[in-house]
T-cell receptor
Framework: DGGITQSPKYLFRKEGQNVTLSCEQNLNHDAMYWYRQDPGQGLRLIYYSQIVNDFQKGDIAEGYSVSREKKESFPLTVTSAQKNPTAFYLCASSSQGQVYEQYFGPGTRLTVT | DAKTTQPTSMDCAEGRAANLPCNHS???????VYWYRQIHSQGPQYIIHGLKNNETNEMASLIITEDRKSSTLILPHATLRDTAVYYCIAHSTRGYNKLIFGAGTRLAVHP
């Protein structure tokens, strides 16, 4: 089955630790995205990548970092510099010609205490 | 990007049509209207999009007014599994532009 996988579904970390969230897709999509969602809110774009080895900051990139070494993978690192890291993180992908039909993964709920 | 306005919440009886309105009065000629939905604690799911003609697929129908200032997403026979937050997004496909998800409409389908 084609799709996007995110792991783990729930993640708990102590404050001050960096944590990496996994996102893998087998849809052969060129573009991938990371969003953050806080309770009762819409999604906010953290980073996006339109092609391998290239990525751009979204609206709330501070305290986050990404890499895009493979087409299938777009991991997100939440660093200790992110002031409020507890949130629901969503990864998405889209094909080059259909940027607005994004396919989302199931999400990772990160709790930092 | 055109701002969209949606009601905060709506209710619908199971088996009835759910009509979800969206206002996008400042939409420009090259901006499409996209609808996504998000079931609780899952990732959003693309539903449908359109420019000016009405559109229908296996999930829903999209009715866009002639002046394009508003649209309605119609779920013809709502089921309990349609309970979700529905997002209306107006956006141009020219160049790269991010999707902007507002707060959406929380649709509750009840028995």
């Amino acid at each position: 089955d084609g799709g996007i996988t995110q792991s783990p579904k729930y993640l708990f970390r102590k404050e001050g630790q960096n944590v990496t969230l996994s996102c893998e897709q087998n849809l052969n999509h060129d573009a991938m995205y990371w969003y953050r969602q806080d309770p009762g809110q819409g999604l906010r774009l953290i980073y996006y990548s339109q092609i391998v080895n290239d990525f751009q900051k979204g609206d709330i990139a501070e305290g986050y970092s990404v890499s895009r070494e493979k087409k299938e993978s777009f991991p997100l690192t939440v660093t200790s510099a992110q002031k409020n890291p507890t949130a629901f993180y969503l990864c998405a992908s889209s094909s080059q010609g259909q940027v607005y039909e994004q396919y989302f993964g199931p999400g990772t709920r990160l709790t930092v205490t | 990007d055109a701002k969209t306005t949606q009601p905060t919440s709506m209710d619908c009886a199971e088996g009835r049509a759910a009509n979800l309105p969206c206002n996008h009065s400042t939409i420009s000629g090259n901006e499409y209207v996209y609808w996504y939905r998000q079931i609780h604690s899952q990732g959003p799911q693309y539903i449908i999009h359109g420019l000016k003609n009405n559109e229908t697929n296996e999930m829903a129908s999209l009715i866009i007014t002639e002046d394009r200032k508003s649209s309605t997403l119609i779920l013809p026979h709502a089921t309990l599994r349609d309970t979700a937050v529905y997002y209306c997004i107006a956006h141009s496909t020219r160049g790269y532009n991010k999707l902007i998800f507002g707060a959406g409409t929380r649709l509750a389908v009840h028995p």
